[in-house]
């Protein structure tokens, strides 16, 4: 049976397994500075669920990604599809109830864009209260930081928004659309901040401020792309590759709780 959702027929969805972990990719469609396409956090987020498929093509089924986010702060930047984080969450939860509907219990939610974050982890716990059933969030970076420092060429700062990470997965995936000739160092690291700072693998947002992103980025970009190069692109994609399919394997495997209601 095929992993894509898509591609599935209805009876092959009722005769599925349904503790096959099925995986949702939430991104956006926004500016990655001048150097990258707005598709980006989209080709990324699914790069990696359609590896965890390719892993694990017993254990998942990948639905048709959401490619819109929670983004507003970003408008400022031509080409932004940004939707309300109600509305988000409204139509994330539509979709992990009619998965439920058909008798799914385990589902993961896979961010591809940072501001999603908090959205999809509201999502998943709306659908364990509503369903009753296993829905888990995750960020996919955060499942690979170690591995992603262990290959990274930038230094803390580096590693934010169509940074180092995120462009050298694009150019390993797809070289023709990263044009790093329009790319410049955006290392926004702050020294001198104990809770500000933001890297994607080496922590920081320990106290939340999401300014509107262009009072602080002037081109769209936060990090530093120059010494993005494919090759180490594809180190990064396959740790997060690989971190994401042993998450899916530890959804897999736990336990259907029962509720007990004290009243
Ligand atoms: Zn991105």
Redesign the pocket.
């Known amino acids: 049976m095929t992993t894509d959702y898509g591609k599935l027929t209805w009876e092959d969805v009722r005769d599925a397994d349904k503790d096959r972990v099925v995986i949702l990719n939430v991104s956006a469609t926004e500016d990655?500075g001048p150097h990258m396409p707005l598709d980006?956090?989209t080709v990324l987020g699914m790069a990696v669920a359609n590896g965890v498929a390719k892993a694990a093509p017993e254990e998942v089924f990948v639905m048709p990604p959401v490619a819109y986010g929670f983004n507003e702060h970003h408008k400022d930047f031509p080409g932004v599809i940004w939707i309300q984080p109600e509305t988000l969450i409204a139509f994330v939860t539509d979709i992990t109830h009619s998965l439920a509907h058909h008798g799914f219990r385990r589902i993961l939610l896979l961010n591809s864009?940072g501001s999603n974050h908090p959205v999809l982890d509201l999502a998943a716990r709306k659908t364990v209260i509503r369903d009753g059933i296993i829905c888990v969030s995750a960020s996919y970076w955060n499942l690979c930081n170690d591995r992603i420092n262990e290959h990274r060429k930038s230094d803390i700062g580096g590693i934010a928004?169509?940074g180092e990470f995120?462009a050298a997965m694009y150019m390993h995936l797809h070289p023709e659309h990263v044009d790093l000739s329009k790319a410049t160092n955006q290392n926004l690291h702050n020294p001198g901040s104990k809770f500000f700072n933001l890297d994607l693998a080496k922590g920081g947002g320990k106290a939340m401020l999401m300014r509107w992103w262009s009072e602080v980025s002037p081109e769209g970009t936060m990090g530093d792309p120059t010494v993005a190069d494919a090759e180490t692109g594809g180190k990064f994609l396959q740790a997060a590759i690989e971190e994401t399919t042993a998450l899916v394997r530890e959804i897999r495997a736990l336990p259907i709780l029962q509720r007990r209601d004290h009243h």
């Open positions: 990655h980006t956090d864009h928004h169509a995120e």
